[in-house]
């Protein structure tokens, strides 16, 4: 009952789940048996390399010199601060810029956290997080380079972007913490063979695991349009699971009367509801062995006919032809009813 196939399907089904505030789960299916992790790994290598976010580059520190000195009255030295400053997940509002200068002043006694750094132009997506402890006699002054960026840019070359008396930072820029997948079996038209991706996403919350799946989807699509150059690619059109194709209305929309069965053959398949010849082409061998009723000799003389019309029993139609079929068929019927 097989044609040879001239189109793959189309994955068309795309579900999320919001799983925490800054964690999601999207699943994407069905896709041909193979094509799942030909998508799959390049996304999640988008995902953790090319998402856009915010990251601190330098900084530059009132009466200290460079990243291993201290200041007087803070509990930490130059380096711990450091640290905690780059551990922070800042965020510039306004979308339309790439980088802010930021000056700070503290001078009260007590516990500084990310929340203290938020002004008009940064906010502090991890706002409880600590930055430094000082006393009363500490004057804590610095000035912050944020910028927009992807993946991670080393010192050495933040260096290059900034004034001599800047400590350069190593920028982590991506806001996607981690991204895992698996793919599962998923039946399509009783065919188990086909797939599903789910993607599981970690953000920190610069941008939704959501809109960081979006970004990555249009990454992808910019970097593939190169071909549109010469193959114009946007001009070809997709072959749909549900899209109606041409297929043997003579044959399958034929009565089973038309079989010339035995009578007892015939009523077999009377009983189980079946009226036309593409609702047999439709079923498994296995399925059409289970028919009540259905012996032996009637089987092979069943076999026999969808052989000669070149269904055999024993052979799955194809998953599109299936699908146009089915639909068709429960049109007939409905319309009959």
Do not use: W
């Amino acid at each position: 009952m097989s044609k040879n196939r001239y189109s793959l399907m189309t994955a068309e089904h795309v579900e999320v789940e919001e799983l925490d505030e800054n964690k999601a789960k999207v699943s994407v299916y069905p896709f041909e048996s193979g094509h799942a992790i030909t998508l799959a790994h390049p996304l999640r290598r988008i995902l953790m390399s090319s998402s856009v976010g915010f990251a601190p580059i330098a900084v530059k520190i009132e009466n200290v010199a460079h990243e291993f000195d201290s200041l007087k009255g803070m509990v930490e030295d130059a380096a711990l601060f450091i640290l905690n400053l780059k551990a922070l997940r800042f965020k510039i509002k306004d979308e339309n810029i790439d980088e802010v200068t930021v000056d700070y002043s503290f001078d009260r006694a007590g516990s500084i956290t990310g929340k203290e750094l938020e002004n008009a132009d940064i906010e502090v997506v991890n706002s409880d997080m600590p930055l430094a402890t000082i006393n009363d006699k500490c004057e804590l002054n610095f000035t912050l380079v944020i910028q927009k960026g992807i993946a991670y840019t080393p010192s050495e070359e933040t260096k290059d972007m900034v004034a001599e008396e800047f400590i350069p930072l190593d920028a982590f820029f991506t806001p996607v913490q981690n991204v895992v997948y698996d793919i599962q079996k998923v039946l399509v038209d009783d065919n188990p063979n086909f797939e599903r991706i789910n993607f599981v996403i970690k953000t920190d919350g610069q941008i939704s695991p959501v809109d960081a799946m979006k970004e990555a989807v249009a990454t992808m699509n910019k970097q593939m349009s190169v071909f549109n150059k010469i193959f114009h690619l946007d001009k070809i059109t997709t072959t749909k699971e549900n899209d109606d194709i041409a297929i043997d209305t003579k044959v399958f929309m034929q009565s089973i009367s038309e079989l010339e069965l035995s009578a007892r053959g015939f009523n077999s398949l009377e009983k189980a509801g079946l009226k036309y010849v593409g609702q047999i082409a439709l079923m498994s061998d296995v399925e059409v062995e289970n028919i009540k009723n259905l012996g032996k000799k009637s089987l092979d003389e069943l076999s026999a006919k969808m052989k000669e019309l070149g269904y055999p029993i024993d052979e799955p139609l194809d998953e599109l032809v299936s699908a146009t079929l089915r639909k068709q068929i429960e049109e007939t019927i409905g319309k009959k009813d």
